[in-house]
């Protein structure tokens, strides 16, 4: 899983950590806003231009025609002095079947365990706590819904993510969804969880989080 940095203008396992979560923490309904591209930059920098590091974690699915064509972005940048997420690390994540031909069951969600996070004024300057980038970037499917156990946040998303025996399609990808957190990435990926239906019904992801 190697870094990629990029310049943007405009445009234990999860699974185990979140049944044991769910036993022992209320969970904890967030706030999901969906927003603009490249105005959620200008939340993380005054020029709205963000210099991100990009990394990629491959989902193993079975019956793929060609393999590593389906993928879990991670990507992070840091916030300038002087804007709403100061002293804050942001974090994105992108489930991406666009390279991907072949068949497969839909894909549900998304599992990792993330750490404490903060709460940023990313939508009309309230407070929220997950950011989905529905216009100016990539993607067709959003967050239906978002909870957090302890440490470990579940994504839902709006959709199911599926490929049906057709050729690669640019569509087939969740939108940009992020968080902010106050500490830096942590130099190795975890095992994040992507969630799905069939048979397996989840499916092991690297994916980039905070230091917790």
């Not at 470990?152 to 709006?158: D, G, K, Q």
Request: hydrophobic letters at 45%.
């Amino acid at each position: 899983m190697m870094p990629i940095v990029r310049i943007i203008a405009g445009v234990a396992t999860a699974a185990a950590a979140l049944a044991f979560a769910s036993t022992a923490t209320r969970a904890q309904v967030l706030t999901v806003v969906e927003v603009n591209a490249p105005a959620i930059n200008c939340v993380f920098n005054p020029s709205c231009t963000i210099t991100v590091t990009d990394s990629v974690g491959y989902i193993g699915l079975p019956f793929l025609t060609v393999e590593k064509t389906a993928w879990l972005q991670s990507r992070t940048y840091s916030a300038a002095p002087n804007t709403p997420g100061a002293g804050k690390t942001g974090y994105e994540y992108r489930v991406s079947l666009t390279e991907a031909s072949g068949t497969s069951e839909c894909l549900t969600g998304f599992v990792l365990n993330f750490g404490p996070h903060a709460k940023l004024p990313y939508k009309n300057n309230q407070l929220a706590d997950v950011f989905v980038v529905t216009t100016g970037g990539l993607g067709t499917i959003g967050i239906k819904s978002a909870e957090k156990f302890g440490n470990v946040v579940e994504f839902v998303f709006s959709k199911g993510l599926c490929l049906e025996g057709g050729p690669p399609n640019i569509k087939n990808t969740t939108f940009f969804f992020g968080m902010a957190a106050a500490n830096a990435p942590a130099v190795k990926p975890i095992e994040a969880m992507i969630n799905g239906i069939g048979s397996p019904p989840n499916y092991p992801v690297e994916a980039r989080v905070p230091v917790h």
